[in-house]
Nanobody
Framework: VQLVESGGGLVQPGGSLRLACAAS????????MSWYRQAPGKERELVAV????????NYLNSVKGRFTISRDNAKNTVYLQMSVLKPEDTAVYYC???????????WGQGTQVTVSS
C-alpha cells in the first residue's frame, strides 16, 4: 500500500494550490479518502473527506467554500483544490485511505503547504 502526496509549496495569501494523492496497492474505489493537516505545535485535523459511495463530501468549517476534495477512481488519485489560501492554512497536508469501521487507515508521507507573503 502506498499513498504519495504532491502539489505542496509556497503560495501568497489569496493564492491557490492543488494537492494530489496517488494511491496504489489497494482497491482505491472502495475506500473513503480524506485530507488531514497538521500545523506546528497543533494536533492533526481532518480537512475534507470524500466517500467511496456516492462521492459525498464533508469539510472542516474553516475551509468550506475555499477547498474542494475530489477523486478520480480511474487514476487512483484524490485531489484537494485549495483557493483563497490564508496563512492559517499553513501545515503539512496528509491523505488517508480508510474503510467504514476502521479505527485508522493508510497514510501518505505528507506535503508541506506554506501560505506567506
Amino acid at each position: 500500500v502506498q499513498l504519495v502526496e504532491s502539489g505542496g509549496g509556497l503560495v501568497q495569501p489569496g493564492g491557490s494550490l492543488r494537492l494530489a494523492c496517488a494511491a496504489s496497492g489497494f482497491t482505491f474505489s472502495s475506500y473513503d479518502m480524506s485530507w488531514y493537516r497538521q500545523a506546528p505545535g497543533k494536533e492533526r485535523e481532518l480537512v475534507a473527506v470524500i466517500y467511496s459511495a456516492g462521492g459525498w463530501t464533508n469539510y472542516l468549517n474553516s475551509v468550506k467554500g475555499r477547498f474542494t476534495i475530489s477523486r478520480d477512481n480511474a487514476k487512483n488519485t484524490v485531489y484537494l483544490q485549495m483557493s483563497v489560501l490564508k496563512p492559517e492554512d499553513t501545515a503539512v497536508y496528509y491523505c488517508k485511505a480508510y474503510r467504514l469501521g476502521w479505527t485508522d487507515g493508510y497514510w501518505g508521507q505528507g506535503t508541506q503547504v506554506t501560505v506567506s507573503s
